[in-house]
């Protein structure tokens, strides 16, 4: 699948909703226009006298409703239109989830599984410096996304504060730090926990026992492997899980614990007792009751949306699914929680941890998690109601939300000069 896939199904998606409520014209084509986007050519020099030249993507998308926040994505195959369809896609998730935010996106064109954990930490330091004047409490803060982690953002605050001469960043520049850092408690599980309880408020929307149910996940690194954790935590029975190198498969449930454990030293799922090659199993055919794609973009599509078996889609990942594979999910009645409100609950824990840094406050577990719970129950019943209402989709109605609230920012804003 290329990887514009992600910004055409970003563009679709928002100009459906465009459309829908009406907007003039200018404020349309404002909305859909990103900011602004920025490559950077970095290159760092590796500890074995290697130096590397690299391709670095950001893009502010919308400024409107706050800073562009947004996670730093590390793949080979990262582009530009990969980076600025995940910016606008943020635009919505901040406006939906109601943080002041806007929104944003990085990409850094390397596979992190090919680095040492020293190489990653110059590549990251390099990327920060490279991308310096782009970063900043009011400009853009970035957080993890698929590849990097909590230790790289570690880095780039060390680098921040490294070149400004003091021992901490002056205000918040980047979220998803090691809590000894200025990070906060709870950020690290904080999307995967969102998804499970966005789940649950669809079970109780739905009348569905949420135990009765059996969930397939896709993805088992930040947000996913955190999904199944909180759902074998409240004694769900996970009956799939996949990664890039494995598969595990079992009717009668897996043990989270001890996957988890294999995870820790082996890297993957790849060995795990039972687990299997990915060539060998069709995942999207899996039975199951609950589906949460976890992982890359543009996975359900026109040609495996037919074959889901789950009554519920949890999307946990961004952009998981085409307007192709959405439409045949939509004819076929299936329930899609869709991704601007299912995986919001890292970027409003980033949010907590951005004002708890800016005012040098602590926050407790307790705390952290009540507000996400509170958070994500509010916003879910938020959609809900406003599918119910204009009998539409949710994935229609969290988008003609999010939409009309970045409308409502650019007229109170005034646009002259
Ligand atoms: P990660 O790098 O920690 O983990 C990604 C996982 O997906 C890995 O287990 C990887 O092996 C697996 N994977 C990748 N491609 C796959 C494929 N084709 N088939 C099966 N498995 C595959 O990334 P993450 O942070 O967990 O992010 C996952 C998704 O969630 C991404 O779409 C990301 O944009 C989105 N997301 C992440 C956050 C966050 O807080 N990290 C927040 C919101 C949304």
Partial sequence: MASSQILETAVANYERAAKSLGLPDYLSKKMGTPSEKVEISITPKLPDGRVLVLRTFITRHSDI????KGGIRMTPCVTQDEITGLA???TWKTSLIGIPFGGGKAGIQIDPGALSPD???IVIRSFTR????YIGPEIYVPAPDMGTNERDMGHIWDCVSYSSGTAITNGCYVT?????LGGIVGRREATGKGVVYSILAACQHLGIDPLSMRYAIQGFGNVGAAAAAELARLGARIVAVADLDAYVVNAHGIDVTALMAHVRCAGSLKDYPGACDPASVDFFAIDC????????GSQIHLRNADKIKARIIAEGANAPTTPEGDEILNQRG?????DILCNAGGVFVSYLEYTMETQREQTGLPEVEARLRDRMQIKFREVSTYAQEKATTMRQAAMEIAVSRVAEGITSRGLWP
Avoid at 65 to 68: D, K
Avoid at 176 to 180: C, Y
């Fill in 289 to 296: 009751d609950c589906l949460i794609p976890a992982a890359a």
């Fill in 119 to 121: 190489d990653k930490e």
């Fill in 334 to 338: 299936i329930f899609v929680i869709p």
């Fill in 176 to 180: 998803g730090k090691p809590i000894l």
């Fill in 65 to 68: 409703l706050g800073p562009a």
């Fill in 130 to 133: 490279g991308a310096r004047r």
């Fill in 88 to 90: 606008m896609e943020m």
